[in-house]
């Protein structure tokens, strides 16, 4: 079992910087691949990064790419997503998610935060 906890969320106006980290409970962390999702009000939820294991494979949404950047410390059981020139539409609830392997569906992750608020005015 992985307990994740999402936190750095908030406020932030357009072209502002947030960073999420998402801390996980358990030895095994460095056992999951870990992803960020997120879901706007009345969306379904959306893949926005995923890491490997090892942390040699990363993908991003294209909505992302260029903005966003995942990371992992392995030692602190603790996954990042640095959002930078943030965007009205980034605006959502975003989760981590932690499974076997990466992946771009939600199904492929097992574990789950219970989601962070990132709101950007405009």
């Known amino acids: 079992q992985v307990q994740l906890v999402e936190s750095g969320g908030g406020l932030v106006q357009a072209g502002g910087s947030l960073r999420l980290s998402c801390a996980a409970s358990g030895r095994t962390f460095r056992g999951y691949a870990m992803a960020w999702f997120r879901q706007a009000p009345g969306k379904e939820r959306d893949f926005v990064a995923t890491i490997s294991r090892s942390g040699s494979s990363i993908l991003y949404a294209d909505s992302v790419k260029g903005r966003f950047i995942i990371s992992r410390d392995n030692a602190k059981n603790t996954v990042y997503l640095q959002m930078n020139s943030l965007k009205a539409e980034d605006t959502a609830v975003y989760y981590c998610?932690?499974?076997?392997?990466?992946?771009?569906?939600?199904?492929?992750?097992?574990?789950w935060g219970q989601g962070t608020q990132v709101t950007v005015s405009s």
């Open positions: 998610a932690g499974g076997l392997v990466t992946g771009l569906q939600a199904a492929v992750y097992d574990y």
